[in-house]
């Protein structure tokens, strides 16, 4: 199932492929959905990844039904629902009366991917982030969570957990960015990495460099660095209503290949 759609699956796969399927490894746990009984044994029809994430990949009606009497046996643990649209919005229409009112619905998520060379020139600039560049680095990808999320990731814990997540992704040579004068001036991250895909998140520009194809050309360095590099097709999603951002990934080459939805709490 998951190698089925790599794309759109690219982030649960990138789990289970490093830790398997034990959920103390895994983060989480990987819910499957046989609804034909005995009948075909050994094959599921539909698959959810409960973590940090609330990820359902596959299931009609039925299966998301089983998927939300499942979640609502325990509190709620996670802090959003991310996926395929259809099936995101329809586990949430299982588990809004009891887990709502959600923060934000963003039921508009371009899915894209790119597995050819981008049309617009990298960034020669843009370049793997150090590990002794972690200080320098987090600022940035603090306020992009800022802007791109509407909270703090500081709150709570003071910022060691996103601390600790930004330093994993920069040991494990998957952030990325164009530092000026000592400043991140452009940032993105792959946030998830399968044996086929490559999820680019983060994609961050500081303010007064924007408009100035920073972007464009950071994120064709990020999509790259996945294509030639690495072997694998680059993907990212987008909000729909981000009209600047879908232009930049339109020109870089991207094309849509799915419908995400995000429901943030």
Not at 217 to 232: D, E, F, K, N
Request: neutral net charge; proline residues 6%; charged residues 20%.
């Amino acid at each position: 199932m998951l190698t089925a759609d790599p794309v759109a699956s690219c982030m649960v796969a990138a789990r289970v492929e490093s830790a398997g399927l034990d959920p103390w490894r895994l983060g989480g746990e990987l819910w499957g959905c046989d609804l034909r009984g005995l009948r075909t044994v050994g094959r599921i029809d539909a698959l959810c990844f409960a973590g940090p994430n609330l990820v359902p990949l596959r299931g009609k009606r039925s299966a998301l039904r089983a998927f939300a009497d499942r979640a609502l046996r325990r509190r709620r643990m996670c802090s959003s629902m991310v996926g395929p649209a259809e099936q995101v919005l329809g586990l949430w229409a299982e588990l809004e009366n009891d887990w709502g009112p959600a923060r934000e619905v963003r039921d508009d998520q371009p899915l894209m991917s790119i597995s050819t060379t981008p049309l617009v020139t990298p960034d020669p600039q843009v370049r793997q982030v150090r590990p002794d560049e972690l200080d320098r680095y987090l600022p940035a990808a603090i306020r992009m969570f800022i802007e791109e999320v509407g909270i703090d990731p500081c709150v709570g814990d003071g910022g060691a957990g996103y601390r600790a997540r930004v330093a994993e992704l920069i040991s494990g040579g998957r952030a990325f960015a164009r530092f000026e004068g000592g400043e991140v001036v452009f940032k993105a991250e792959i946030g998830a990495l399968s044996s086929q895909v490559g999820q680019i998140q983060g994609v961050w520009v500081s303010p007064d460099h924007r408009g100035h194809g920073y972007g464009a050309g950071g994120t064709a360095a990020v999509a790259q660095r996945l294509v030639a590099g690495m072997g694998r097709t680059a993907s990212l999603y987008v909000n729909g209503y981000n009209a600047p951002a879908r232009a930049v990934y339109d020109r870089i080459g991207f094309t849509q290949v799915g419908q995400y939805a995000t429901v943030l709490f």
